[in-house]
């Protein structure tokens, strides 16, 4: 086999995709709201996941607004989720008996397809879950083997019996039999443990095989945290949505985010509904027949602006990084030539600006508990406010920082980092931006008498 021959043979997931999207478009047309979405389409000329282009996009706020219904009125209501409205008004959003049914199948046929290659026996596992099951998407396989343990982050009292539950023999029968995982947001995964550590516990003695962090970017430095804090644990970084069934897994290896196979994911212009050839674009996600049923998700845009990128990992396929939400995103119109890339152009990634600031010592992260409750942890996101004001052609940014240190006590110090945020403010200007058109201005100021707003 050439080099061509290898490159040219569809990825796994592709040849998955493509096999339930004649299913997924066919469970869709009975659904009031694409009959009408889809008029005048030839829906025969959508035979693969490269073709979908062809079918129109769909947003919240067009599904919200439609006179027609949206669900399917011939399948039990299993859960309801109400989206947090980070890239726009929430969204409420239904799952059927039927499709979790299938899913779950899917995933325990996964787990036995995975345990006959390896030849390993695969454990059941009991999650502790410090976020509703319904919230942010799939954390990770809904399997009718697995046990789920809500646990509660965010009270002083939850995360006392938090840290009793995690510590407590003989939770389970034979409970060495079972692999042991806790999910949660970013923050839940900090608390609990900074909860540990200020008991004197340490987190990498509980036997914990996996932590599984969704809803929220992990930036570098928590990531860092939680992996020493945890010794041997797993650290799986997931991007998902409440709307969406499904999501993609941070590679290891390459950093990039790849999506599980029961979702078909593009990159869009900003401006239509073409897929990007490369570059920075808005995620789209259209959700798959079985796994999806009641409520179809068809090239779904999600407010999320990413960057595609090309991985090794997976060739062929659409893998992504993060660079912000949308709707708190500041963009400028580009000029003529950049027409083929889409006139709308994001001027900075809030999550990598957010990444570098975190990087940094002197700039404060905000306390996710009381100083008189923490552990040793810095815990919570850079303390940062960036502003974006559109002037003509450009704009001007301007960022407020708090401090680690009292800067009204080392002005030379506060004035030296006042510079390198400024130096680091115009470095975060992403391609295609004309620099000469921005203005910026950059101030530090006490802790506490910052706001963050832009990170989200």
């Not at 950093?255 to 490369?278: I, M, S």
Request: a neutral charge.
């Amino acid at each position: 086999m050439t080099a061509t021959t290898a490159q040219a043979k569809p990825h796994a997931k592709s040849v998955f995709r493509n096999h339930l999207l004649g299913r997924t478009l066919d469970n869709a047309r009975t659904v009031p709201f694409y009959r009408e979405h889809w008029k005048g389409v030839d829906l025969a000329a959508v035979r693969t996941v490269a073709e979908l282009p062809v079918l129109p996009t769909i947003t919240k706020a067009a599904l919200r607004e439609s006179d027609l219904p949206a669900l399917r009125d011939d399948l039990t209501i299993s859960q309801v989720a109400h989206s947090t409205g980070t890239t726009g008004r929430p969204f409420i959003r239904y799952r059927s008996v039927e499709e979790l049914k299938a899913l779950s199948e899917y995933s325990d046929a996964v787990r036995a397809a995975t345990a006959q290659k390896s030849a390993v026996p695969q454990r059941r596992s009991i999650m502790f879950s410090a976020m509703p099951m319904a919230i942010h998407g799939s954390v990770a396989a809904t399997t009718i083997t697995d046990l789920r343990l809500a646990i509660d982050a965010f009270s002083d009292r939850g995360l006392e019996r938090a840290v009793t539950t995690l510590t407590r023999d003989g939770l389970l029968p034979d409970q060495d039999r079972f692999e042991r995982r806790i999910c949660g947001n970013p923050a839940a995964l900090l608390l609990i443990t900074d909860a540990l550590l200020a008991a004197g516990i340490d987190p990498a003695e509980l036997g914990i095989q996996r932590l599984v962090s969704l809803s929220d970017v992990l930036p570098p430095g928590q990531r860092r945290t939680l992996v020493q804090a945890w010794g041997g644990a797993e650290l799986r970084d997931r991007f998902s949505l409440s709307e969406v069934i499904g999501g993609s897994t941070r590679c290891a290896s390459c950093e990039a985010f790849h999506f599980d196979p029961t979702v078909v994911p593009e990159v869009l212009r900003l401006d239509r509904d073409e897929p990007v050839a490369g570059g920075i674009g808005e995620l789209a996600l259209t959700e798959l027949f079985p796994f999806s049923q009641i409520q179809p998700m068809i090239r779904y845009r999600t407010g999320d602006l990413v960057q595609l990128v090309e991985s090794d990992c997976e060739p062929g396929e659409v893998s992504i990084r993060l660079l912000g939400r949308i709707p708190f995103t500041p963009f400028v119109e580009s000029a003529g030539q950049l027409e083929s890339a889409g006139r709308r152009r994001p001027v900075l990634s809030p999550f990598l600006l957010a990444e570098a600031l975190e990087r940094l010592p002197e700039v404060a992260l905000g306390d996710l508990r009381p100083a008189s409750a923490r552990g040793p942890l810095r815990q919570g996101k850079p303390l940062a406010r960036l502003e974006w004001t559109p002037e003509g052609a450009g704009g001007r940014l301007a960022l407020q920082v708090g401090t680690a240190f009292d800067p009204r006590f080392f002005a030379a110090e506060a004035a030296e980092l006042g510079k390198r945020l400024s130096a680091l403010l115009e470095q975060s200007v992403l391609p295609g931006v004309e620099r000469a058109e921005l203005s910026f201005a950059v101030s530090t100021h006490r802790a506490q008498e910052v706001v963050p707003q832009w990170i989200e």
